[in-house]
């Protein structure tokens, strides 16, 4: 079946960087656009980036432009987000997501969704 896992969380201080992965299977890689998501604890699920089937295209939040970098290797069936200059307002769950529709700002574009991981940002 079709799995997505994240990996590459962790506590770092403010204005310290993290790597997070999504390694994909059970899919056709190609076929699917990439979304990042987070969540904090009683806050709503919200867009952090995305990237087309071929990275052509790449979209992001307003919160973390220029400090946030997406990308996707398809030889790996992984994508990946770069987030440097962390704040403590990143402190969330950070989750991939798969869709094959476009539009991927929204969260009802994704059929695939990974278990998330834990990203905390200490002032």
């Known amino acids: 079946q079709v799995q997505l896992v994240e990996s590459g969380g962790g506590s770092v201080q403010a204005g310290g960087s993290l790597r997070l992965s999504c390694a994909a299977s059970?899919?056709?890689?190609?076929?699917?656009?990439i979304g990042w998501f987070r969540q904090a604890p009683g806050k709503e699920r919200e867009f952090v980036a995305a990237?087309?089937?071929?990275?052509?295209?790449?979209v992001y939040a307003d919160s973390v432009k220029g400090r946030f970098t997406i990308s996707r290797d398809n030889d790996k069936n992984a994508a990946y987000l770069q987030m440097n200059s962390l704040k403590p307002e990143d402190t969330a769950s950070y989750y991939c997501?798969?869709?094959?529709?476009?539009?991927?700002?929204?969260?009802?574009?994704?059929?695939?969704w990974g278990q998330g991981t834990q990203v905390t940002v200490s002032s």
């Open positions: 997501a798969a869709g094959r529709s476009g539009h991927f700002e929204m969260k009802s574009s994704y059929e695939y």
């Open positions: 059970g899919l056709t890689f190609t076929l699917v656009g």
């Open positions: 990237i087309s089937k071929r990275g052509g295209r790449i």
